[in-house]
């Protein structure tokens, strides 16, 4: 069993910047992470991914040179730095552990992952 627990949501204004961080449990940090999102009314949504290496990440479009995803994995965490973060970023952000993914693989589907935390919301104001 993995548990995931993400913490650093909160309010801020547009264009400022955040740090989501997700905390791993296990004695090993061998998986491959991702961030997800869900805003009100809407699907859950691929954010940005990270190889088990950290070697290979992958973003959606729409966060691209704007949010970067990185891991410690001396520390089992994984990190979402959020830059320049608009309005339609909010909502609740949640990170994902697939724990049988190979060295450099990565995924943006939902259902690729194992292990899901309970989210952290995000709040922008315009």
């Known amino acids: 069993q993995v548990q995931l627990v993400e913490s650093g949501g909160g309010l801020v204004q547009a264009g400022g910047s955040l740090r989501l961080s997700c905390a791993a449990s296990g004695r090993t940090f061998s998986y491959a992470m991702g961030w997800f999102r869900q805003a009100p009314g809407k699907e859950r949504e691929f954010v940005a991914t990270i190889s088990r290496s950290g070697a290979n990440t992958y973003y959606v479009d729409s966060v691209k040179g704007r949010f970067t995803i990185s891991r410690d994995n001396a520390k089992n965490t994984v990190y979402l730095q959020m830059n320049s973060l608009k309005p339609e970023d909010t909502a609740v952000y949640y990170c994902?552990?697939?724990?049988?993914?190979?060295?450099?693989?990565?995924?943006?589907?939902?259902?690729?992952?194992?292990?899901w935390g309970q989210g952290t919301l995000v709040t922008v104001s315009s």
């Open positions: 994902a552990a697939s724990i049988f993914a190979s060295t450099s693989a990565y995924s943006g589907d939902v259902g690729w992952y194992d292990y």
